[in-house]
């Protein structure tokens, strides 16, 4: 079913302080691109800059209720290691607002189709990405998993400790579309792909780094 999120009208609703918390579901792929990756100087790329890191995410209760797609490379800046966001869709413009001011994410607003096996994303531009996904087998106990992310510019670089607790599987995720504002795609299926279903997430304040 089409989750609508028009673009808005004047300003952004107000949105909660942080920490947030939700419970949902969650499915991340590593997919290989044509091209490298630029890093900012600050940050130093894991995976040579050669996959891009993909996270969708369906957060079903908690502070907000929304779907969410970020994408971006894996880098590290010393000891912290993570996902450098700097694409990002949602489905709530609360979301858009408290992801661009305390978390100085650059949240988009779209809309998530969905069924039972995949997803289409669009926002004010068009299309963004369609993703089909097919669960495994193999499902583990529900166990601690970190989920850190950087944001901002170089100079006022942002650490977000995020953390869940859930259920990790393999799940295969495949690219159905994806749009030409995108980096180019070696191929459309993922490298590495898992699901976390369910999980508990905790997205505290971030950090200066």
């Known amino acids: 079913m089409p989750d609508s999120a028009p673009a808005p009208n004047g300003p952004l609703p107000p949105y909660p302080p942080a920490p947030w918390s939700f419970r949902g579901h969650l499915w991340a792929a590593l997919l290989p691109v044509r091209h490298?990756?630029?890093?900012?100087p600050d940050l130093r790329p894991l995976a040579g800059a050669s996959l891009l890191a993909v996270g969708l995410v369906r957060y079903r209760e908690g502070t907000l209720v929304y779907d969410e797609l970020a994408m971006g490379p894996l880098?590290?800046?010393?000891?912290?290691?993570?996902?450098?966001?700097?694409?990002?869709?949602v489905s709530d413009t609360a979301s858009v607002r408290g992801g661009r001011e305390i978390?100085?994410?650059?949240?988009?607003?779209?809309?998530?189709?969905?069924?039972?096996?995949?997803?289409?994303?669009?926002?004010?531009?068009?299309?963004?990405?369609?993703?089909?996904?097919?669960?495994?087998?193999?499902?583990?106990?529900?166990?601690?998993?970190?989920?850190?992310g950087f944001s901002g510019p170089a100079g006022r670089r942002l650490f977000v400790p995020g953390?869940?607790?859930?259920?990790?599987?393999?799940?295969?995720?495949?690219v159905t579309s994806w749009s030409d504002r995108l980096p180019p795609l070696e191929r459309t299926t993922a490298r590495l792909s898992v699901a976390v279903?369910?999980?508990?997430?905790?997205?505290?304040?971030?950090?200066?780094c």
């Open 36 to 40: 490298r990756l630029p890093v900012p």
């Open 75 to 89: 880098v590290r800046r010393g000891r912290r290691a993570g996902l450098l966001i700097d694409r990002i869709w």
């Open 103 to 148: 978390w100085g994410l650059p949240k988009e607003l779209a809309s998530f189709t969905w069924t039972d096996s995949s997803v289409s994303v669009t926002d004010h531009d068009g299309p963004v990405a369609g993703l089909a996904f097919a669960p495994g087998r193999l499902r583990l106990p529900a166990f601690p998993l970190p989920l850190p």
């Open 163 to 174: 953390r869940l607790v859930g259920s990790l599987r393999p799940e295969a995720v495949a």
């Open 197 to 208: 279903r369910p999980f508990r997430m905790t997205v505290p304040e971030p950090v200066r």
